[in-house]
């Protein structure tokens, strides 16, 4: 059964860092597209950045030079650090991927985390 299970969610107060991990079973994290998301209260899914096959990433610009995401394949984990927090990126977090390894930047997301909270505070 593959799975994608998100930790490292907590409360911190603005200007704080936190690292979000995604455990994947049952898939090989390297050479996939890995995104993250967020949802937060009365407002739509938010898309937050993407590592696509080649390793190549991109970012949402609220998040563009706080938020970095990686993966690493011998642990079979992505990771969301996250730096320079404020009161507005307080959501759950959600990593997403695709099962299947795609050329050319293309990324199909099929699989979902359960969520993990962040909450920063002023």
């Known amino acids: 059964q593959v799975q994608l299970v998100e930790s490292g969610g907590g409360s911190v107060q603005a200007g704080g860092s936190l690292k979000l991990s995604c455990a994947a079973s049952?898939?090989?994290?390297?050479?996939?597209?890995m995104a993250w998301f967020r949802q937060a209260p009365g407002k739509a899914r938010e898309w937050i950045t993407t590592i696509y096959s080649d390793d190549s990433t991109w970012y949402a610009d609220s998040v563009k030079g706080r938020f970095t995401i990686s993966r690493d394949s011998a642990k079979n984990t992505a990771y969301l650090q996250m730096n320079s927090l404020k009161p507005e990126d307080t959501a759950p977090y959600y990593c997403?991927?695709?099962?299947?390894?795609?050329?050319?930047?293309?990324?199909?997301?099929?699989?979902w985390g359960q969520g993990t909270q962040v909450t920063v505070s002023s």
């Open positions: 997403a991927a695709d099962s299947r390894t795609r050329r050319n930047r293309a990324c199909e997301i099929n699989l």
């Open positions: 049952g898939l090989t994290t390297s050479n996939k597209c």
